[in-house]
């Protein structure tokens, strides 16, 4: 089983993936969805964290040999990038959504060396929306962003258009596609339930409104 399939499964196993296309979720967004994803949950399982930390070091080290530190983004991601930085014997940094409104007021925390060659890892892409604001961060703080990489991507066509956009590579574990097909086989959703979850994943924004 590829390193995709497996996480898709495991992430299906532990309930980090809860899918409900006849009752569906609605995110902060507005958005109704049909599935709800939150990566945290492997934490809480040390077989699969380590399948996630030693499948993104192996693809940082393929991708990115330059790759100098590690930076996360908060919240979910600075618990993944602290393990793969620490896998790699690599410095890491964290940037938080916002300005601190206290004390050193920083927005990336650790220290930052301007030049220093950065990969960012976030936990979930679905706009690409936090993960192209924490790269821009660094970028403006004279930190080289060489790629972004997740765990699992809902892949919208917008959300590869908005990274393209910024010139900002990225790669992920799993994704959706690879999610489906366990999903019907481990009697999460019915065949009949395909259509409907193409159909959001091609127009989140009007699913079902």
Request: proline fraction near 5%; hydrophobic fraction near 40%.
């Amino acid at each position: 089983m590829s390193i995709k399939n497996y996480i898709a499964t495991e992430l299906l196993k532990i309930e980090a993936i809860k899918l409900r296309p006849n009752d569906p979720f609605t995110w902060s967004s507005g958005w109704n969805s049909p599935i709800y994803c939150d990566n945290r949950m492997t934490l809480s399982y040390p077989e699969l964290r380590a399948a996630i930390k030693n499948a993104f070091k192996e693809e940082i080290e393929k991708r990115y040999p330059d790759v100098e530190a590690i930076a996360g983004v908060a919240t979910a991601g600075i618990p993944q990038g602290a393990l793969i930085a620490d896998a790699m014997g690599l410095p890491f940094i964290y940037v938080r959504s916002k300005a601190k409104g206290h004390g050193m007021t920083n927005m990336i925390e650790g220290e930052v060396r301007k030049g220093q060659k950065v990969v960012v890892i976030e936990d979930l892409i679905s706009t690409g929306g936090s993960s192209i604001k924490a790269a821009l961060a660094l970028r403006e703080a004279g930190i080289e962003v060489l790629g972004l990489g997740a765990i699992f991507t809902y892949g919208f066509p917008h959300a590869a258009a908005n990274f393209k956009a910024e010139n900002l590579d990225f790669f992920t574990l799993s994704d959706y596609t690879a999610m489906l097909k366990p999903a019907v086989e481990m009697g999460y959703i019915s065949d009949a339930d395909l259509k409907s979850l193409g159909e959001w994943r091609e127009n989140p924004e009007g699913w079902r409104k």
